[in-house]
Every structure is written in C-alpha cells, then in structure tokens.
C-alpha cells in the first residue's frame, strides 16, 4: 500500500502527509512481520495485542489527518428558509360536493 501511494499521482487538496503516510505504512508493515516472527513461541493473544496496537497506530494518524483538514465552507444562501409542508403535495382544486350527503343514519 505504501509503495502504490508513494508511485501514485496526489491530489491537490489531499489531507495526508506525502512522505509521512507512506512511511508510516511500511512501519507498520515491518513491524507487525517483526512481531509475527517474533511471538512464533509466545502466546497468541501476545501477538493479537500487539497487532492491535500496531493498526491503532495507523487509525490514530488516519483520524488526525481526518478532523484537522481544512475544508472549504459551503456558500451559505441568503434567501430565508421555509420548511416545505405535506400539504404542499395535496391538489384541492377538485373539491367534493357534500351537499348531497345523506344525513340518515
């Protein structure tokens, strides 16, 4: 992944660090074939904590670099706000006659 990132074109308004995201990829690529060589005689869940904290590594830049982008601000409209009705949908121009109802019951 890090090696397609770093060949790929970026966009402009891209969040992510060109150099530190790749990195980062491999990093963590290396460090979770360290641990899995690593823990060979060790119990698993050792393994499963220590991969875990390996991709929280990862989600903790990738939610960084999320919520501290810069986004554009929507136009706002200045045209005031009217909350549309049911009753905008409903055609009365063809009205029923009840004068002619029966009232016996």
């Given amino acids: 992944m890090a090696l397609l990132e770093l060949t790929l074109h970026r966009a402009p308004d891209e969040p992510t660090h060109p150099r530190l995201s790749p ?15 690593l823990s060979a005689g060790l119990w698993v869940i050792t393994l499963q904590l220590g991969l875990v904290l390996v991709l929280g ?10 919520f501290t ?8 409209s200045t045209e005031p706000f ?3 009705s049911i009753l905008d949908s409903v ?7 009840i ?6 019951r």
Avoid: C, H
């Fill in 82 to 84: 009217t909350e549309p």
């Fill in 99 to 104: 004068s002619s109802v029966d009232d016996d």
């Fill in 57 to 66: 590594i990862s989600m903790m830049y990738g939610l960084y670099v999320w």
């Fill in 23 to 37: 990195g980062l990829k491999l990093a963590s690529g290396a460090l979770a074939l360290l641990l899995g060589w």
């Fill in 69 to 76: 982008q810069d986004l554009p601000l929507p136009q706002l």
């Fill in 91 to 97: 055609d009365i121009s063809s009205s029923v006659d």
